[in-house]
Protein backbone atom coordinates (compact mmCIF):
# COMPACT_ATOMS: atom_id res chain seq x y z
CA UNK A 1 0.00 0.00 0.00
CA UNK A 2 1.05 3.68 -0.87
CA UNK A 3 0.52 5.08 2.62
CA UNK A 4 1.41 8.91 0.33
CA UNK A 5 -1.99 8.13 -1.26
CA UNK A 6 -3.99 8.51 1.96
CA UNK A 7 -4.29 11.62 2.00
CA UNK A 8 -7.58 12.99 3.62
CA UNK A 9 -9.25 16.22 4.31
CA UNK A 10 -12.30 17.66 6.65
CA UNK A 11 -14.62 16.81 3.86
CA UNK A 12 -12.80 13.90 1.62
CA UNK A 13 -11.84 11.05 2.57
CA UNK A 14 -10.46 7.73 1.29
CA UNK A 15 -10.38 4.51 3.28
CA UNK A 16 -8.54 1.67 2.34
CA UNK A 17 -8.95 -1.88 3.75
CA UNK A 18 -5.78 -3.96 3.42
CA UNK A 19 -5.42 -6.72 1.74
CA UNK A 20 -5.32 -9.99 4.44
CA UNK A 21 -2.35 -11.80 5.09
CA UNK A 22 -2.92 -15.46 3.65
CA UNK A 23 -6.25 -16.86 4.99
CA UNK A 24 -6.95 -13.90 8.07
CA UNK A 25 -5.49 -16.04 10.81
CA UNK A 26 -2.34 -14.39 11.93
CA UNK A 27 0.17 -16.88 13.59
CA UNK A 28 1.48 -14.73 16.64
CA UNK A 29 5.38 -13.47 16.71
CA UNK A 30 7.24 -15.03 19.77
CA UNK A 31 7.31 -13.25 23.02
CA UNK A 32 10.32 -11.17 22.69
CA UNK A 33 11.99 -10.53 26.43
CA UNK A 34 13.80 -7.34 26.70
CA UNK A 35 17.41 -7.65 26.94
CA UNK A 36 19.04 -5.69 29.78
CA UNK A 37 20.68 -3.13 27.86
CA UNK A 38 17.40 -1.98 26.61
CA UNK A 39 16.29 -1.32 30.06
CA UNK A 40 15.94 2.54 30.88
CA UNK A 41 14.82 3.56 34.56
CA UNK A 42 13.62 7.22 34.07
CA UNK A 43 13.42 9.00 37.42
CA UNK A 44 10.99 12.24 37.21
CA UNK A 45 9.45 13.71 40.42
CA UNK A 46 9.88 11.20 42.53
CA UNK A 47 8.55 8.76 39.71
CA UNK A 48 9.97 6.06 37.83
CA UNK A 49 9.31 5.55 34.26
CA UNK A 50 10.62 1.68 33.33
CA UNK A 51 11.44 2.41 29.39
CA UNK A 52 12.79 0.04 27.01
CA UNK A 53 14.91 1.76 23.88
CA UNK A 54 15.11 -0.48 20.55
CA UNK A 55 17.46 0.30 17.55
CA UNK A 56 19.23 3.36 16.21
CA UNK A 57 18.41 6.34 13.91
CA UNK A 58 17.89 9.83 13.24
CA UNK A 59 13.82 9.46 13.92
CA UNK A 60 12.12 8.05 17.71
CA UNK A 61 9.31 6.33 17.95
CA UNK A 62 7.76 6.23 21.32
CA UNK A 63 4.90 3.77 21.56
CA UNK A 64 1.95 3.42 24.66
CA UNK A 65 -0.06 0.14 25.06
CA UNK A 66 -3.36 -0.53 25.75
CA UNK A 67 -5.62 -0.27 29.11
CA UNK A 68 -3.97 -1.43 31.54
CA UNK A 69 -1.24 -3.49 29.50
CA UNK A 70 2.20 -3.80 29.92
CA UNK A 71 5.28 -2.61 27.42
CA UNK A 72 5.82 -6.02 26.84
CA UNK A 73 2.75 -5.80 24.85
CA UNK A 74 4.24 -4.05 22.34
CA UNK A 75 7.88 -5.37 22.52
CA UNK A 76 8.38 -7.13 19.02
CA UNK A 77 6.26 -4.75 16.84
CA UNK A 78 8.85 -2.34 18.30
CA UNK A 79 11.86 -4.73 17.79
CA UNK A 80 10.64 -5.09 14.59
CA UNK A 81 10.04 -1.23 13.97
CA UNK A 82 13.33 -0.93 15.24
CA UNK A 83 15.24 -3.11 12.99
CA UNK A 84 14.03 -0.65 10.31
CA UNK A 85 16.18 2.44 11.50
CA UNK A 86 13.71 3.99 13.26
CA UNK A 87 14.50 3.92 17.20
CA UNK A 88 11.31 2.67 19.03
CA UNK A 89 10.57 3.37 22.68
CA UNK A 90 8.20 1.31 24.76
CA UNK A 91 7.42 1.75 28.53
CA UNK A 92 5.55 0.62 31.61
CA UNK A 93 2.38 2.55 32.61
CA UNK A 94 2.44 3.63 36.14
CA UNK A 95 1.69 0.19 38.71
CA UNK A 96 3.56 -1.80 36.00
CA UNK A 97 6.68 -3.64 36.33
CA UNK A 98 9.38 -0.96 38.10
CA UNK A 99 7.07 1.92 36.94
CA UNK A 100 5.21 3.76 40.00
CA UNK A 101 3.52 6.65 40.95
CA UNK A 102 0.03 7.78 42.01
CA UNK A 103 -2.90 6.00 40.13
CA UNK A 104 -5.30 8.13 41.60
CA UNK A 105 -6.90 11.75 40.45
CA UNK A 106 -4.91 11.38 36.96
CA UNK A 107 -6.49 12.51 33.68
CA UNK A 108 -5.02 11.67 30.27
CA UNK A 109 -2.50 14.77 29.83
CA UNK A 110 -0.70 13.36 33.46
CA UNK A 111 -0.41 10.58 30.99
CA UNK A 112 0.68 12.19 28.59
CA UNK A 113 3.74 14.22 30.43
CA UNK A 114 4.68 10.97 31.63
CA UNK A 115 5.44 10.39 27.77
CA UNK A 116 7.16 13.86 27.36
CA UNK A 117 9.09 13.09 30.60
CA UNK A 118 10.61 10.07 28.69
CA UNK A 119 11.57 11.99 25.25
CA UNK A 120 13.58 14.58 27.59
CA UNK A 121 15.09 11.76 29.45
CA UNK A 122 16.37 10.58 25.95
CA UNK A 123 17.32 13.98 24.52
CA UNK A 124 14.99 13.74 21.88
CA UNK A 125 12.88 17.05 21.00
CA UNK A 126 10.73 16.02 18.55
CA UNK A 127 9.14 12.31 18.40
CA UNK A 128 6.78 9.91 16.66
CA UNK A 129 4.15 9.03 18.98
CA UNK A 130 2.08 5.77 18.99
CA UNK A 131 -0.85 4.19 21.10
CA UNK A 132 -2.47 1.27 20.90
CA UNK A 133 -6.41 1.33 21.51
CA UNK A 134 -6.23 3.04 25.22
CA UNK A 135 -2.35 4.40 24.23
CA UNK A 136 -3.96 6.19 21.66
CA UNK A 137 -5.67 8.48 23.97
CA UNK A 138 -2.57 9.16 26.08
CA UNK A 139 -0.90 9.96 22.81
CA UNK A 140 -3.27 12.29 21.25
CA UNK A 141 -3.16 14.35 25.24
CA UNK A 142 0.30 14.42 24.90
CA UNK A 143 0.35 15.65 21.07
CA UNK A 144 -2.51 18.27 21.90
CA UNK A 145 0.12 19.19 25.37
CA UNK A 146 2.80 19.99 22.82
CA UNK A 147 1.97 19.52 19.69
CA UNK A 148 5.18 21.22 18.50
CA UNK A 149 7.45 18.69 19.54
CA UNK A 150 5.09 16.15 17.31
CA UNK A 151 6.73 14.67 13.90
CA UNK A 152 3.56 12.30 13.73
CA UNK A 153 0.76 10.52 15.39
CA UNK A 154 -0.27 7.26 14.65
CA UNK A 155 -3.69 5.49 16.42
CA UNK A 156 -3.58 1.73 16.82
CA UNK A 157 -7.40 1.13 17.35
CA UNK A 158 -8.86 4.78 17.70
CA UNK A 159 -11.61 4.82 20.14
CA UNK A 160 -13.89 7.29 22.63
CA UNK A 161 -16.71 8.90 20.26
CA UNK A 162 -18.81 6.10 19.36
CA UNK A 163 -19.19 4.03 22.32
CA UNK A 164 -19.31 0.00 21.53
CA UNK A 165 -22.45 -1.54 22.15
CA UNK A 166 -24.28 -2.57 24.99
CA UNK A 167 -23.41 -5.65 25.51
CA UNK A 168 -19.79 -4.75 24.59
CA UNK A 169 -19.59 -2.47 27.12
CA UNK A 170 -21.42 -4.60 30.11
CA UNK A 171 -18.58 -7.22 29.39
CA UNK A 172 -15.86 -4.28 29.18
CA UNK A 173 -17.01 -3.44 32.77
CA UNK A 174 -16.58 -6.55 34.01
CA UNK A 175 -12.87 -6.45 32.49
CA UNK A 176 -12.20 -4.13 34.72
CA UNK A 177 -12.82 -5.59 38.13
CA UNK A 178 -9.42 -5.94 39.54
CA UNK A 179 -11.56 -9.04 41.57
CA UNK A 180 -11.96 -10.96 38.39
CA UNK A 181 -10.51 -14.29 38.57
CA UNK A 182 -8.00 -15.04 36.19
CA UNK A 183 -9.88 -17.57 34.17
CA UNK A 184 -12.70 -15.05 33.49
CA UNK A 185 -10.23 -12.45 32.39
CA UNK A 186 -8.66 -14.69 29.80
CA UNK A 187 -12.37 -15.43 28.68
CA UNK A 188 -12.90 -11.75 28.68
CA UNK A 189 -9.85 -10.82 26.91
CA UNK A 190 -10.65 -13.84 24.26
CA UNK A 191 -14.51 -12.31 23.32
CA UNK A 192 -13.73 -8.15 23.53
CA UNK A 193 -9.98 -8.46 21.98
CA UNK A 194 -9.89 -10.68 19.11
CA UNK A 195 -11.63 -11.93 16.17
CA UNK A 196 -13.53 -14.85 15.91
CA UNK A 197 -11.40 -17.32 14.81
CA UNK A 198 -8.42 -15.41 16.58
CA UNK A 199 -9.54 -16.01 20.56
CA UNK A 200 -6.59 -18.52 21.13
CA UNK A 201 -4.36 -15.38 20.54
CA UNK A 202 -5.77 -13.84 24.46
CA UNK A 203 -2.90 -16.90 25.82
CA UNK A 204 -0.38 -14.57 24.77
CA UNK A 205 -1.77 -12.05 26.44
CA UNK A 206 -2.28 -13.65 29.92
CA UNK A 207 1.38 -14.74 29.69
CA UNK A 208 2.25 -10.91 29.43
CA UNK A 209 0.73 -10.43 33.08
CA UNK A 210 -2.99 -9.14 34.08
CA UNK A 211 -3.03 -5.67 35.68
CA UNK A 212 -7.10 -4.58 35.94
CA UNK A 213 -6.35 -2.40 38.78
CA UNK A 214 -3.96 0.09 36.39
CA UNK A 215 -6.69 -0.82 33.34
CA UNK A 216 -9.27 0.75 35.46
CA UNK A 217 -7.49 3.46 37.08
CA UNK A 218 -6.48 4.14 33.64
CA UNK A 219 -10.23 4.14 32.85
CA UNK A 220 -11.53 6.53 35.26
CA UNK A 221 -8.27 9.15 34.44
CA UNK A 222 -10.13 8.77 30.52
CA UNK A 223 -13.41 9.63 32.11
CA UNK A 224 -12.09 12.92 33.71
CA UNK A 225 -10.53 14.18 31.29
CA UNK A 226 -12.67 16.65 29.08
CA UNK A 227 -12.58 15.50 24.99
CA UNK A 228 -11.35 19.04 24.08
CA UNK A 229 -7.82 18.06 26.43
CA UNK A 230 -7.01 15.05 23.82
CA UNK A 231 -9.28 13.92 21.40
CA UNK A 232 -8.24 15.66 17.97
CA UNK A 233 -4.80 14.64 18.78
CA UNK A 234 -2.58 18.04 17.97
CA UNK A 235 -2.14 19.03 14.62
CA UNK A 236 0.85 16.76 13.67
CA UNK A 237 0.36 14.29 10.34
CA UNK A 238 -1.87 10.94 11.66
CA UNK A 239 -2.17 7.79 10.62
CA UNK A 240 -5.43 6.16 12.07
CA UNK A 241 -5.60 2.66 12.05
CA UNK A 242 -9.20 0.30 12.64
CA UNK A 243 -9.45 -3.13 12.56
CA UNK A 244 -12.89 -3.26 10.76
CA UNK A 245 -13.84 -6.30 13.62
CA UNK A 246 -13.16 -3.95 16.25
CA UNK A 247 -16.21 -4.32 18.53
CA UNK A 248 -14.28 -2.19 21.62
CA UNK A 249 -13.08 0.60 19.73
CA UNK A 250 -15.31 0.23 16.84
CA UNK A 251 -14.15 1.83 13.14
CA UNK A 252 -16.56 4.42 12.84
CA UNK A 253 -14.26 6.39 15.39
CA UNK A 254 -11.31 6.15 13.03
CA UNK A 255 -13.60 6.70 10.26
CA UNK A 256 -14.67 10.24 12.17
CA UNK A 257 -11.39 11.90 13.05
CA UNK A 258 -10.00 11.23 9.61
CA UNK A 259 -13.26 12.59 8.24
CA UNK A 260 -13.07 15.44 10.55
CA UNK A 261 -9.42 16.10 11.40
CA UNK A 262 -6.92 17.84 8.59
CA UNK A 263 -3.62 16.31 7.54
CA UNK A 264 -4.65 12.46 8.24
CA UNK A 265 -4.41 9.21 6.92
CA UNK A 266 -6.80 6.41 7.25
CA UNK A 267 -6.17 2.50 7.14
CA UNK A 268 -8.68 -0.43 7.55
CA UNK A 269 -7.30 -3.69 8.09
CA UNK A 270 -10.25 -6.78 8.10
CA UNK A 271 -9.93 -10.29 10.08
CA UNK A 272 -8.77 -8.49 13.01
CA UNK A 273 -10.32 -7.17 16.06
CA UNK A 274 -9.57 -5.14 19.26
CA UNK A 275 -5.86 -6.72 19.76
CA UNK A 276 -4.26 -6.28 15.87
CA UNK A 277 -0.94 -6.09 17.25
CA UNK A 278 -1.06 -10.12 17.68
CA UNK A 279 -3.40 -10.57 14.84
CA UNK A 280 -2.20 -8.95 11.96
CA UNK A 281 1.75 -7.90 13.33
CA UNK A 282 3.70 -7.84 9.99
CA UNK A 283 0.65 -5.48 8.48
CA UNK A 284 0.80 -3.35 11.50
CA UNK A 285 4.48 -2.21 11.47
CA UNK A 286 4.56 -2.03 7.33
CA UNK A 287 1.88 0.56 8.19
CA UNK A 288 4.06 2.38 10.83
CA UNK A 289 7.12 2.13 8.97
CA UNK A 290 5.60 3.41 5.42
CA UNK A 291 3.96 6.13 7.19
CA UNK A 292 6.45 7.56 9.32
CA UNK A 293 9.19 7.03 6.88
CA UNK A 294 6.78 9.04 4.12
CA UNK A 295 6.30 11.93 6.19
CA UNK A 296 9.75 11.98 6.91
CA UNK A 297 10.96 12.36 3.95
CA UNK A 298 8.12 14.70 2.98
CA UNK A 299 10.31 17.01 5.66
CA UNK A 300 13.32 17.46 3.24
Given at each position: MNVRALTLTATRWIMVVVAAISTYGIASTTHASASDDARRLISVHGQ?????????????????????????QLMD???????????????????????????????????????????????????????????????RAASQTKPDRVATIILVGAGGEVLPSEETMALYKRY????????????????????????????????????????AAEARA?????????????????????????RVAVPENAFNISRTRPNTWLAGLPGCGH?????????????????????SSAKK
Open positions: TIETFVFGEGPETLIMAAGNGRPASLAKAIASTGIRTVVYNYRGIGASDGPLDGLTLVDYGNDVWAIADALGVQKVHLAGKTYGNRVMLDPDVPKSEWLSLQAQLMYAPGNEHLAEKDAGEGEFPAVASDATPKEAWSTGGTAPMLAITCLLDNMINEQPEELRRLIVGFIQAR
